[in-house]
């Protein structure tokens, strides 16, 4: 661990810092990918120093401004983190994160193609001035291929991976929902830092190694995601149709209208499990012993039947009848719901999900980050305004405030934060 100034947020009363605690991450981060990165280190206890332009800040910033004048991507992936703003086009801004470099564990970037080389600051330019330093680069497509030039959002990485065809109607595909190629590069690139943090604590072959260099692309991680499409296809031939609100892989397992306007998901993963289905829910003992519907494979291939029987059955009865039908045979159901609907889900209220979190703008309600960690509370620090720490992180780093003045007057840094 890296010694560093104490965070100005620490307090007597503060809970259990989080087993990342002492630990230092500096982020180059726009959008989504490193942003979740970086706040999932954060959530965990790590200090999170987050270096933004002065002319804007993270573009993420300005995409709306649904949560009490912020915009709602921002205030998801930038909790518990100091906002500086640096310009490192200018000579003293890049020196400014040299000198946070030099007390830094992690360095984070999703930069446009080539930003960190016109800066100096690739893995290899920092290996010598920073041995020490993890250095993580997110970008699109990875180096060393026809495309690693190009800029690369989540859409994009979908759409070229193969992920959007699988997705959506016949004939009708469509983006998932959620920016899953943003949010599963982000979490690789945590698993991967935590790694060698492991590493440095002596385990295993790697024991005693401090910095390296870790390279995720937002296309290797969706090709990933595509595992189970990619096998089917490569040994059959064939490109999967993709299913809506069902699986191309498991038949029966799909969305139905119920008596009472509402839609339940139903699925099943094994032969047992449909004979369930068929029997004791549906009351189909044809069903269950016509050798067309035996075997998965062969449910696949009749789908359509399959799935007009079950909708017919659940278009007489209410969701809360099938439900509790369902969860009597031991068959999976689920209740199709919006976002308002989650956000009022009794489960999540139950389990004390949600925690408030602080902004410049007023508390707002966030979902706790996933992990359940025995004894630890996860640190879901606020949401910081552009620049709000600059004057604190660089009077740590020995700056008084003639120094930081003079580096305003310049620009290297941006203007003094006001709430």
Known sequence: MTAYPDRPDASPDAPVPGPLAGI????????????????????????????????????ARHYDDAVKGMAAHFVWVNRGKESVTLDLKSVAGLEILHRILEKADVLVSNLAPGSTAKMSITPADLADRHPDLIVVEIDGYGPGGPLSHKRAYDLLAQAESGACAITGSPGAPAKPGPPVADVCSGLYAAISILSLLVARGGGGAHGGRRGGAIAISLFDTMAELMGYALNYTRYTGIDQEPRGMGSPAVAPYGAYLTADGQTVVLGTTNDREWQRLSTDILGRADLAADPRFRTNAGRVDHRE???????????????????????????????????????????????????????????????????????????????????????????????????????????????????
């Open 24 to 59: 230092t991450v500096v982020a180059l981060e726009q959008a989504v990918s490193a942003p979740m990165c970086t706040r999932t280190l954060g959530d965990l206890g790590a200090r999170v120093i987050k270096v933004e332009n002065p002319k804007g800040g993270d573009f």
């Open 305 to 419: 039947l399959l799935d007009g029987a079950i909708g017919d059955w659940c278009a007489q009865h209410d969701l809360e009848e099938i439900q509790k039908s369902a969860d009597a045979a031991g068959i999976g159901n689920a209740r199709f719901n919006r976002p308002s609907d989650v956000i009022a889900h009794p489960h999540l209220a139950a389990r004390d999900r949600w925690r408030e979190v602080d902004t410049p703008n007023g508390p707002i309600t966030a979902v706790l980050p996933p992990p359940v960690i025995e004894g630890i509370e996860p640190v879901m620090g606020a949401i910081p305004g552009l620049g709000e720490h600059t004057d604190t992180v660089l009077a740590g780093l020995g700056y008084d405030a003639s120094d930081i003045a003079g580096l305003r007057a310049q620009g290297a840094v941006g203007p003094a934060f006001e709430r």
